[in-house]
Structures are given as structure tokens and as C-alpha cells.
């Protein structure tokens, strides 16, 4: 019989027989924050428990959050089935129904990239997943980290483009060559997973207006461009001029110019945000992002946004969250592709043996960033950001 081993007069976490901790002193607080923060980087390492449901899950697991005082924590999922709690059917703590579950999932993923000229319905998904509908979109976001439906958007997106950029045929070509239906279809997805209508895609950003602006910050100087519907780079150099020459490289035929004075409300919320996160006084940055992105790009940065601040995961660990445990060189290289310093937070992202491992812009750079977020916003790093 499950047993909740707390004392509440000495505040003391104490362990049972089955190896449960309750969720008090120093190793009940480490583990609990990994919970309240659903960090799935902690996944394997423990596993709690739920008093009131009887349910014990993963730290990473999405359910509602249980209050502090039913949860007891496990070294292994044995000790908690020991104890008589279930295993969540939401994160799948037991192991061995985990690895059957990521295996369907990932035969179901090799099928969709090789079906993509048809309809791929949820329902028909399901059936040859042998899940209810709703089972597989919760499971199917666990493993991968997006929905079936942005995984097939995604694969369609990526398809396109480089139908798009070999196509004799022209854009009308390319859309029915990557499995949609309509011409419509493909425009109403630009604007989220292409950065810009197809037509500017493939040449080269034409007909995008990009307006850009200096910043002098704590980590050196940057350079922030953006279209109306957000950033489409934001880096850091040495001088203004590498800058701007990184930013007309990447955007080659699109209109580039400085940001007037005084600058439009949008760019200016947005330095004022990306000033709130480097002074401390936010512990996050969140902040539209405009780019192009390969539909593993896609994942992998979605995934990295939706990390918590003051965390790390190394590449390993992020390709196993996202369903590609061998990917792990390909998350590194999603990692280093990024154009928008910050806004995708790269920096997260380190070896397994804890070493920083790379940053485009800089090691130094990239150990002040996870020292500021560890901080969780107890000062600033130095004086504001400001334009130059």
C-alpha cells in the first residue's frame, strides 16, 4: 500500500522501503523544481509519484501539476510499481512499454515521410498505430515533440522547398510535387514555416521589406533585423559592417534598410524585451521569430523555445527527446544553422560531458548566457541595451 513517509513536524524528506523520497529537504527540492519545470532532461533519472491518483509519471511528463505535498519521488520506476503506483499512460515511465510506444511511433514517422502525396488523416494514422485519436496525439508529441499533423506540415514544407529551388516548372509544380492539395494550402503555411511567401523564398527574400538596427549590449555588439512578423536575425560581430553583410547574405534580394527614428512600436517592444532579458529583470526571452527552417530545423528550434530558462539538455538528450536518438550531430548542426541569437535559445545546448561544446558566436558568449539564466534574474549583466 502506498505510503506517503513525509514527517511533517521535522520537515525531514525520509525514504521508505520502497525507495521512495518524499518531496522535502535537498534532493526532494533539486527533484521537485525538475517537475514544476517539466524537464525532460531529468527523464530516467527518477520518477514521482501521485498520492492523490495513484499515478506515478516522468519529471518531463506534460499532466497537470499535482500539489507539492502528494508527490514522492522514486529512484526507479520499479521501486514505484513496488509501492503500487500505475504508470502514467501519458509519459510512460515503464521503460518497456516506452520503448514499444517510441518504436510505433517511429515506424508511423518513416511512414509518413514516404506517404506525403496522401490525404494522412488522424484517424487513419491512429488506426495503423493501433491508438485511439487522441492517445496518438499526446504520444506522438511526447516522442517527437510536435503534433502528426505539424510533422506531416513540416516534411510537406520541407519537400517544397527544395522541389521549389530545382523546379523548371515553377511554384504551382513544386506545391503538387510535395503533397498538397491545393495552392492555397502551401500560402496559408508560408507565413509560420517557410518566413515568407514562396515566390520570395525562392528568390532569395524578394519583395521582403527587413529593417535593422545596431544594439551595444553585454555581449558585445549585435545586430537585430526584422520583417512586420518578427525577427529574422539577430547576431552577434565584431563591427556593424560584418553585420549587415551577414544580414544581406542571408536575405540577398530583399529590401534591407536601418530602423528609422523613432523606431515602429513592434521593434521597439522587442529591444525593449531583449534589454528586460539581458538586465535580469525577465528570466526569459520570448520573441517572434520570421525565418526559414528544414522541417528537422523546425523541430529542433520549436523544441529549444520551449526549454526553460537556466536549464541545459545536451545534443543527445534533445535528439532522444524529438524521437531521433542517432540525430544528435543533426541537432548540433540545427543548433549552429540558427540565425536568431536568443530568440532560439541555442545556448541551452551542451555536450554530454557538461562541456559548453559550440556557439556560433562565441564560448565566452555562450557560458555568460546559461550563468545570467541560472541567476533566475537576480541583477543585470551590465548597462542596457541600446541603439547605436
Not at 351 to 363: A, S
Request: aromatic residues 6%; glycine residues 10%.
Amino acid at each position: 500500500m502506498l505510503r506517503n513517509t513525509h514527517d511533517e513536524n521535522s520537515g525531514r524528506a525520509d525514504e521508505d522501503r520502497s525507495g521512495g523520497v518524499s518531496a522535502a529537504g535537498t534532493q526532494g527540492e533539486q527533484r521537485w523544481a525538475a517537475v514544476a519545470a517539466r524537464d525532460r532532461s531529468q527523464d530516467g533519472s527518477f520518477v514521482y509519484g501521485v498520492l492523490t491518483t495513484g499515478v506515478y509519471c516522468r519529471p518531463g511528463c506534460a499532466s497537470r501539476l499535482p500539489k507539492r505535498e502528494n508527490v514522492l519521488f522514486y529512484d526507479t520506476a520499479a521501486k514505484a510499481a513496488a509501492d503500487g503506483l500505475r504508470a502514467c499512460k501519458r509519459c510512460l515511465p515503464d521503460e518497456r512499454d516506452a520503448r514499444a510506444v517510441d518504436g510505433t511511433i517511429r515506424r508511423l514517422c518513416r511512414y509518413m515521410e514516404t506517404h506525403l502525396d496522401e490525404p494522412l488523416r488522424l484517424s487513419d494514422l491512429a488506426a495503423r498505430a493501433r491508438l485511439s485519436p487522441s492517445h496518438l496525439q499526446r504520444t506522438f508529441r511526447a516522442v517527437v515533440g510536435v503534433s502528426p499533423k505539424q510533422y506531416v506540415d513540416a516534411l510537406r514544407m520541407e519537400r517544397f522547398k527544395a522541389s521549389l529551388r530545382g523546379s523548371e516548372g515553377g511554384v504551382t509544380d513544386a506545391i503538387f510535387d510535395a503533397g498538397y492539395g491545393s495552392i492555397s494550402r502551401v500560402y496559408e503555411r508560408a507565413d509560420t514555416s517557410l518566413g515568407m511567401t514562396p515566390m520570395e523564398f525562392r528568390d532569395g527574400g524578394a519583395g521582403v521589406a527587413i529593417t535593422y538596427a545596431g544594439l551595444a549590449t553585454p555581449m558585445g555588439l549585435a545586430m537585430l533585423g526584422a520583417t512586420d512578423r518578427g525577427l529574422c536575425f539577430l547576431q552577434f560581430g565584431e563591427g556593424e559592417a560584418e553585420l549587415l553583410g551577414r544580414l544581406r547574405a542571408q536575405y540577398p534580394a530583399a529590401s534591407v534598410s536601418a530602423m528609422r527614428e523613432p523606431a515602429p512600436p513592434e521593434f521597439g517592444a522587442w529591444i525593449g524585451d531583449l534589454n528586460a532579458y539581458l538586465q535580469g529583470r525577465v528570466p526569459d526571452l520570448r520573441l517572434p521569430v520570421h525565418v526559414r527552417a528544414t522541417a528537422f530545423q523546425q523541430m529542433v528550434w520549436e523544441y529549444l523555445q520551449r526549454m526553460p530558462a537556466g536549464r541545459s539538455q545536451s545534443y543527445r538528450a534533445v535528439a532522444e527527446a524529438l524521437g531521433r536518438p542517432t540525430a544528435a550531430r543533426a541537432v548540433a548542426r540545427a543548433c549552429a544553422s540558427n540565425v536568431v541569437a536568443l530568440a532560439i535559445p541555442c545556448h541551452r545546448v551542451v555536450r554530454g560531458t557538461g562541456e559548453l561544446g559550440g556557439y556560433r558566436w562565441g564560448l565566452e558568449r555562450k557560458k555568460r548566457l546559461l550563468e545570467m539564466e541560472r541567476r533566475g534574474g537576480e541583477g543585470p549583466l551590465a548597462p542596457e541595451v541600446g541603439t547605436t
